[in-house]
């Protein structure tokens, strides 16, 4: 049982940047797709940022040269930053983990972009 558990989240002004991290236990993190969805109120769950297990990026078009994922495998860990951050990406954002038969998904962090 793979498990996946999301900090970094919280209340930022317009313009400004957060990292959110997951921190992965229970199953081979190297060999999965690992990637960052979010989910807006009223609104339906989004992929925002994937990461293949060879390193292959791909991102949600809104987000393309503000946000960057990575991945350190020796540490079982993902990353988002995320820059010039702007109301519109007001959400909870999600980890998943996709293997060849299961997805894996964490609990969730807010971010908020106010002033």
């Known amino acids: 049982q793979v498990q996946l558990v999301e900090s970094g989240g919280g209340l930022v002004q317009p313009g400004g940047s957060l990292r959110l991290s997951c921190a992965a236990s229970g199953g081979l993190f190297s060999i999965a797709t690992m990637g960052w969805y979010r989910q807006a109120p009223g609104k339906e769950r989004e992929l925002v940022a994937a990461?293949?297990?060879?390193?292959?990026?791909n991102y949600e078009d809104s987000v393309k040269g503000r946000f960057t994922i990575s991945r350190d495998n020796a540490k079982n860990t993902l990353s988002l930053q995320m820059n010039s951050l702007k109301p519109e990406d007001t959400a909870v954002y999600y980890c998943n983990a996709k293997y060849p038969l299961v997805d894996y998904w964490g609990q969730g962090t807010q971010v908020t972009v106010s002033s």
């Open positions: 990461i293949t297990r060879g390193g292959s990026t």
